[in-house]
């Protein structure tokens, strides 16, 4: 019994302790030139979606979630953005090359069709990033018609 | 009592040391594992110096074979072998306009291999990504040469109907999106030199 306690103490002495070990925070506020925003006309019903579903984990701007103050949460957020931003970083798109740019909007049509974007493990306590029907086919849309005229200044 | 609060404030401190480095350690793991892969291959053949855009279509073919035998683990080494061939590359004997359209395509070529090179149990993300890999290398043997005959193919079925093309040595038709399933699917679009 004894020993209980004394574990449980040690338990909940780490729970605190780690809460003063918190991660840097993305969120720069600045609107790089390399925004994607900067370099290509995203309608605005477009871009809303993506602020909402894909911006905390692909730009430099993360609205953190209440969970992302509490350890572990704040690792686990952090985590994501660090392997979110190294594949598609919104607030850098500009500067990737025209081809990865394509590749890129390529995978984002991919993704969100195949429903692996935006992840689940967020969705699921994000309800307000889970993309409707509707606004799927709105990005994928988008997505797909700008890759198309990229292809097209790539072939001239 | 003292005992417990020691050793939790050691915990603490491990911990934040662990945050810290843990961006170098992954990379450290990253490295390890390259090392590894390349050493084994250097008993094949010897490691070259420099490498040219034949050696980056070689890679791409060697992954277009993989993916047309059902087989994701090779198709993630051709991935590694595609990496090495970009990051040795002599573009010196291109000229300036070639230089240009290679420095466009090589950070996706490396991109789509990595991704593929790091999902060899995801042979159909692999897909995806060497449907992305074969426009850049389109680009890459229109600007550069193929310096043999290529073929450029189209699988009108792949992706929901919507289709996608590959680049092959060979004129048979062996479909590297569909495999097995569907192994000679597809007809050659243009011949490429
Ligand atoms: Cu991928």
């Known amino acids: 019994m004894k020993l209980i306690k004394k574990i449980l103490l040690a338990i909940l002495i780490v729970l605190v302790a780690i809460q003063f070990i918190q991660p840097g925070k993305n969120n720069s506020n600045e609107i790089l030139p390399t925004d994607i925003s900067k370099q290509f006309s995203i309608p605005e019903s477009v871009q809303a979606v993506l602020k909402t579903s894909c911006y905390d984990c692909h730009s ?36 990737y090359s025209t ?13 969100i069709n195949d429903g692996s974007m935006p992840l689940s493990a967020y969705t699921i306590i994000h309800n307000t990033a889970k993309l409707s029907k509707e606004n799927k086919a709105l990005v994928i849309d988008w997505a797909t018609k700008m890759k198309d005229s990229l292809s097209q200044k790539i072939k001239l | 009592m003292k005992n417990i609060i020691i050793g939790i404030a050691v915990f603490a401190t491990t911990l934040s040391a662990c945050n810290n480095s843990s961006d170098k350690s992954n990379e450290a793991k990253n490295k390890n594992s390259d090392s590894v892969i390349t050493s084994s291959k250097t008993n094949q053949e010897p490691t070259k110096v420099t490498t040219s855009v034949k050696d980056i279509i070689d890679g791409y073919l060697q992954m277009k074979n993989a993916l047309v035998n059902d087989n994701g683990s090779d198709a993630a080494n051709a991935g590694k072998t595609i990496m090495t061939a970009v990051d040795k590359m002599d573009t010196s004997s291109l000229s300036d306009q070639q230089k240009k359209s290679f420095a466009d395509v090589a950070d996706d070529i490396k991109e789509n291999a990595q991704h593929c090179s790091v999902n ?45 093309n590959w680049i092959s040595e060979i004129k048979e038709i062996k479909n590297p999106y569909l495999g097995k399933k569907m192994l000679t699917c597809g007809s050659v679009k243009e011949a490429l030199k």
């Open chain 1, 60 to 95: 430099n701007n993360t609205r953190y979630p209440w969970y992302s103050f509490i350890q572990p949460g704040a690792w686990w957020m952090a985590s994501h953005i660090k392997n979110g931003k190294a594949d598609l970083n919104f607030s850098e798109f500009g500067s």
């Open chain 2, 120 to 164: 060899g149990n995801k042979i159909e993300h692999q897909r995806e990504h060497f449907e992305m890999l074969t426009q850049d290398m389109y680009d890459l043997v229109k600007s550069a040469g193929a310096g043999q005959t290529l073929y450029y193919d189209h699988c009108p079925m792949y992706n929901n109907g919507k289709g996608a």
């Open chain 1, 99 to 111: 081809h990865k740019q394509q590749s890129k909007l390529k995978s984002i049509a991919n993704t």
